[in-house]
């Protein structure tokens, strides 16, 4: 019976989850932002992560950018990463899942780590995870969390855009 159970709840889940589209395996050409990889394929958005802005041209970055940047840099370009496509977004990047050359999900590593906050949307695989990493950043005060009047990635683009 419990086998039936597991096995019920298992298929009931893989039937509600979004699967990838496309995987490949590369290295990255570079990393672009916090939340962004470029790969010959195809520049990659990182599902259900959202970093703080860099600095574009005249436009100030925010406070974190360039530690998510390091951070997403220094993992993502150890190795081949092994990218799970799951669509492309109005922009069209590729959105992706990226797991390093150690196993390690980036996407989860930057919410974790505190680097960048969870951007979930109802195509965002792994969506518990990714709150449960937040909730412990947050509560340890990490990264994004431990700075004082932060600003949420989106609220910031959407005062630029007003700005301008």
Known sequence: LAAGVILLVTLGWA???????????ALPE?????DTVVYAAGSCRLIGVDAPERKKGQQPGQPGAENAFKALRDEAMRGPTTVLVYGVDKYGRLLCWVIDHA?????????????AEAYLTDRSPFAAGFL?????????????WNLRGRES???????MREEK
């Not at 039937?15 to 395996?25: E, I, K």
């Not at 570079?30 to 916090?34: K, L, T």
């Open 15 to 25: 039937a509600s989850a979004p699967l990838p589209t496309r995987v490949f395996v």
């Open 30 to 34: 570079r990393v672009a932002d916090g």
């Open 103 to 115: 196993g390690y999900a980036l996407n989860l590593m930057l919410v974790e780590s505190g680097f």
């Open 132 to 144: 449960e990493a937040q909730r412990r950043a947050q509560a340890e005060k990490r990264g994004i």
């Open 153 to 159: 990635p989106s609220s910031y683009r959407k005062r």
